[in-house]
T-cell receptor
């Protein structure tokens, strides 16, 4: 998946539990993104990071936090998971003119 | 407010015929448009793009057309093949690194 790895691939949480989705790129690109994909909603941007140490909210940031401690890694944290956060989560890195996506994390919140 | 719209959730086309996927946008500041293809259980992969200074871009069987006055773009696949069966997302960007995606169109190519 174009040099973007995501862990875990699948996760089931109970309401109120917390977890961190990990994303790493094997290139030295500045911009990284977190999206969620839901049926009939397309891909919606949760957070993005233009460079190491900087993060900005996207379209649907509520209930999430992110961390970009270094250029390679961009993590997404759910502090208190809710059923509405059941989704498939994709991390992406940016090249000029296109984005490369990881394979996704399928998260179910019961 | 959906800035990028794909009004057809699904499309079914016979193998060998042309597939036409449509996308409309509302933000006149968008100047770059992309199409992504997504198979089940995989991340989206880049397919083709077009800058607003062009009205057509072609790459093998895939052609994207842009009509700026109508704020409309389309992806033509000809001839369609069964391996083209996937969900197709259009996306747009302005003067930032952020992409705004449409809701996707599921294309099924049958023999």
């Amino acid at each position: 998946n174009a040099g973007v790895t995501q862990t875990p691939k699948f996760q089931v949480l109970k309401t109120g539990q917390s977890m961190t989705l990990q994303c790493a790129q094997d290139m030295n690109h500045n911009s990284m993104y977190w999206y969620r994909q839901d049926p009939g909603m397309g891909l919606r941007l949760i957070y993005y990071s233009a460079s190491e140490g900087t993060t900005d909210k996207g379209e649907v940031p509520n209930g999430y936090n992110v961390s970009r401690l270094n250029k390679r890694e961009f993590s997404l944290r759910l502090e208190s998971a809710a059923p509405s956060q059941t989704s498939v989560y994709f991390c992406a890195r940016n090249l000029p003119d296109e984005q490369f996506f990881g394979p996704g994390t399928r998260l179910t919140v019961l | 407010d959906q800035q990028v719209k794909q009004n057809s959730p699904s499309l079914s086309v016979q193998e060998g015929r042309i597939s036409i996927l449509n996308c409309d946008y509302t933000n006149s500041m968008f100047d770059y448009f992309l199409w992504y293809k997504k198979y089940p259980a995989e991340g989206p992969t880049f397919l083709i793009s077009i800058s607003s200074i062009k009205d057509k871009n072609e790459d093998g069987r895939f052609t994207v057309f842009l009509n700026k006055s109508a704020k409309h773009l389309s992806l033509h696949i000809v001839p369609s093949q069964p391996g083209d069966s996937a969900v197709y997302f259009c996306a747009a960007s302005g003067n930032t690194d952020k992409l705004i995606f449409g809701t996707g169109t599921r294309l099924q190519v049958f023999p």
